[in-house]
């Protein structure tokens, strides 16, 4: 199958979703460009530039819970998955792949393809599914989310993974495959490079959520503050823990040295970045499993230049070589982040060092373009 002159499918929940660069630029870019999707949600903001076609819940989730879930069972009996679409929507959805000339089918995130394996069997087109993080780490504490892996995943083409560790997950509760690849999401090293770097200025982004621990970072920063006042911290991102990091800057003392911009654009993240000479993020094991696979956003820090203090966590010290291109800690070890920072405040040659060989390690792994070629290669055969 020649993939350049047929359509990829991408899958997504939310296509355009801002906290979700990767799934638009797979469909921005992979195969040339020539993709379609299938989106579980329409997004208010998403720039519609590509056919989409918006999945409609099956009849039965007009009802109430107890009724729908005992109309979901023999569906679940026969699919291993609660949310394939029903008879008629899977025939929408059908004419939608044949109309488009849709050859192949990338699921994001597990959930996805089981959902849509089923309704692209019927038609012989093969599904492939990208693992990110919580699919196959929280997730899999769910026994439905378990049975549907098992049931589903063998019968797919083959599936991606940001990390080894989150095949590993997988194969440790019994889930086989056809294929199985580690590519990560990758980052543009054209769009993010080193600027003008300010000594000075630190910076996270992430959402504010347990497992990327932004209260560790500011309890990290407020003790170094101490030694050298004139930093400052930029935290960009939302969540759960936003307001709870505000009240916690303030009375730690710091909230004149820490801004919260909230969500922000690619645009002035990368702009950030590349200004930032410290990148921090203490990702760590939420209490309920949820873990991170490779973030996107350690690989766009690195590629703008930035040394990054992070942990030995998910696939994070898969990709970085501690002291080398980054520095990292062990999950919770305050101490060890604090005196990683000082290391490289105070030897701003040892910081220059590692700011040179994170851009290099992005430039030779992280590129998206090469990683494409990789996945456009496996998706084609």
Excluded at 21 to 34: D, Q, Y
Excluded at 138 to 152: C, G, P, Q
Excluded at 262 to 291: I, P, W
Aim: net charge positive.
């Amino acid at each position: 199958m020649e993939l350049s002159q047929s359509k990829v499918a991408i899958v997504t929940g939310s296509y355009g979703a801002t906290t979700e660069t990767f799934v638009t630029r797979h469909v921005n870019h992979l195969n040339g460009g020539e993709t379609v999707v299938l989106s579980r949600q329409y997004t208010r903001d998403a720039k519609v530039e590509h056919p989409v076609h918006y999945i409609k819940p099956a009849w039965w989730y007009s009802y109430s819970s107890p009724i729908r879930k005992l109309i979901q069972i023999p569906h679940f009996l026969r699919y291993g998955e609660n949310r394939v679409p029903d008879r008629r929507e899977k025939k929408q959805i059908q004419q939608f792949l044949k109309r488009n000339r849709v050859k192949s089918i990338l699921a994001e995130f597990g959930p996805h393809g089981c959902m849509v394996l089923p309704v692209a069997e019927e038609v012989g087109i093969p599904v492939f599914t990208y693992f990110r993080g919580y699919d196959a780490s929280k997730s899999l504490n769910d026994w439905k989310v378990r049975h549907a892996y098992r049931k589903i995943i063998p019968r797919m083409a083959g599936i991606f993974a940001v990390s080894p560790h989150l095949l590993d997950n997988l194969k440790n509760i019994g889930v086989d495959w056809k294929q199985a690849h580690v590519i990560p999401s990758g980052t543009d090293s054209e769009l993010f490079k080193p600027g003008n770097k300010d000594p000075n200025l630190l910076l996270s982004v992430g959402r504010f959520v347990k497992k990327k621990s932004p209260d560790i970072t500011l309890q990290a920063f407020a003790e170094i503050l101490s030694m050298q006042p004139g930093l400052q911290l930029v935290m960009i991102g939302e969540g759960p823990l936003l307001d709870y990091c505000k009240s916690l800057a303030d009375s730690l003392g710091i909230e004149k040295n820490v801004t919260f911009t909230g969500a922000q654009s690619n645009h002035l993240v990368r702009e950030y970045m590349a200004k930032a000479s410290l990148f921090l993020l203490h990702s760590v094991t939420a209490e309920n499993g949820d873990t991170e696979g490779f973030p996107s956003v350690i690989q766009e820090a690195m590629a703008s230049g930035c040394a990054v203090v992070s942990t030995r966590h998910g696939g994070i010290p898969h990709f970085i070589e501690d002291g080398v291109d980054g520095l990292l800690v062990d999950e919770f070890d305050l101490e060890a982040y604090v005196n990683s920072l000082k290391n490289l405040l105070n030897n701003q040659n040892y910081c220059k060092s590692i700011r040179e060989n994170a851009r290099a390690t992005a430039v030779n792994k992280f590129e998206y373009r090469a990683l494409y070629r990789k996945l456009e290669s496996i998706l084609a055969n």
